[in-house]
């Protein structure tokens, strides 16, 4: 092959590999987890990234978390997201693990059972106001009785149980999931785009 044909292609190769790396460069990336803190104001949302590739069996464990400016578009913005600290409820062994703030670490609790339903669907008149159509309000921290009553609807459990007193004391938004979000970014702490995954139930807490 002639030495300028060979010049020729070399230069064409350069130049489409660049156009490669920009083309990388404008798609952006995807990052999921579940909110944790949500500042209207500042226009921030803090997560805890899902580290599990299995959408259906999330793993809330990534540290430390991530904070994303939201979208300044409205357009971009799913529903406002619902901050919360509780990470995952393992039934089985009756341990609840929460994210806290003050450690920056979670903490795994183990609880005692007081009382539990399952297959409770969202539409169960134990968590759905008849009256007002709307789901009820969870958790329900009892400060008399020393209980604490949480409504997962990814697992349609109602759990009732009891902690030790040194985490009872702690905010109501301990025991509650935050909203599992979707952002599209192409710039580092910068959503383009943001959905509220929990709200649009593509799938459920």
Same mark, same amino acid.
């Given at each position: 092959?002639?030495?300028?044909?060979?010049?020729?292609?070399?230069?064409?190769?350069?130049?489409? *590999?660049?156009?490669? %790396?920009?083309?990388?460069?404008?798609?952006?990336?995807?990052?999921?987890?579940?909110?944790?803190?949500? @500042?209207?104001?500042?226009?921030?949302?803090?997560?805890?990234?899902?580290?599990?590739?299995?959408?259906?069996?999330?793993?809330?464990?990534? *540290?430390?978390?991530?904070?994303?400016?939201?979208?300044?578009?409205?357009?971009?913005?799913?529903?406002?997201?619902?901050?919360?600290?509780?990470?995952?409820?393992?039934?089985?062994? /009756?341990?609840?693990?929460?994210?806290?703030?003050?450690?920056? @670490?979670?903490?795994? +609790?183990?609880?005692?059972?007081?009382?539990?339903?399952? @297959?409770?669907?969202?539409?169960?008149?134990?968590? *759905?106001?008849?009256?007002?159509?709307?789901?009820?309000?969870?958790?329900?921290?009892?400060?008399? /009785?020393?209980? +604490?009553?949480?409504?997962?609807?990814?697992?349609?459990?109602?759990?009732?149980?009891?902690?030790?007193?040194?985490?009872?004391?702690?905010?109501?938004?301990?025991?509650?999931?935050?909203?599992?979000?979707?952002?599209?970014?192409?710039?580092?702490?910068?959503?383009?785009? %943001?959905? @509220?995954?929990?709200?649009?139930? +593509?799938?459920?807490?």
């Amino acid at each position: 092959m002639p030495r300028k044909v060979n010049q020729l292609m070399s230069a064409l190769a350069v130049l489409l *590999l660049a156009a490669l %790396l920009a083309g990388c460069q404008q798609m952006g990336r995807v990052d999921q987890g579940r909110v944790i803190e949500f @500042n209207k104001e500042k226009g921030t949302v803090t997560m805890i990234r899902d580290a599990s590739p299995n959408p259906d069996k999330p793993d809330y464990s990534h *540290l430390p978390p991530v904070t994303y400016q939201v979208p300044k578009n409205p357009d971009e913005m799913g529903p406002d997201p619902k901050p919360g600290k509780r990470m995952k409820l393992d039934a089985n062994n /009756r341990e609840i693990v929460i994210y806290v703030p003050a450690l920056n @670490n979670f903490a795994k +609790i183990n609880y005692t059972l007081v009382d539990q339903k399952e @297959n409770v669907s969202p539409d169960d008149p134990l968590v *759905l106001d008849n009256v007002t159509g709307k789901p009820k309000t969870f958790p329900v921290v009892d400060q008399y /009785r020393k209980t +604490i009553t949480i409504y997962s609807k990814r697992q349609k459990t109602l759990t009732t149980f009891s902690v030790p007193d040194e985490y009872f004391a702690l905010p109501a938004d301990t025991w509650d999931s935050g909203d599992d979000v979707r952002i599209y970014y192409k710039e580092e702490g910068k959503a383009s785009r %943001l959905m @509220n995954v929990s709200k649009t139930d +593509i799938f459920k807490k």
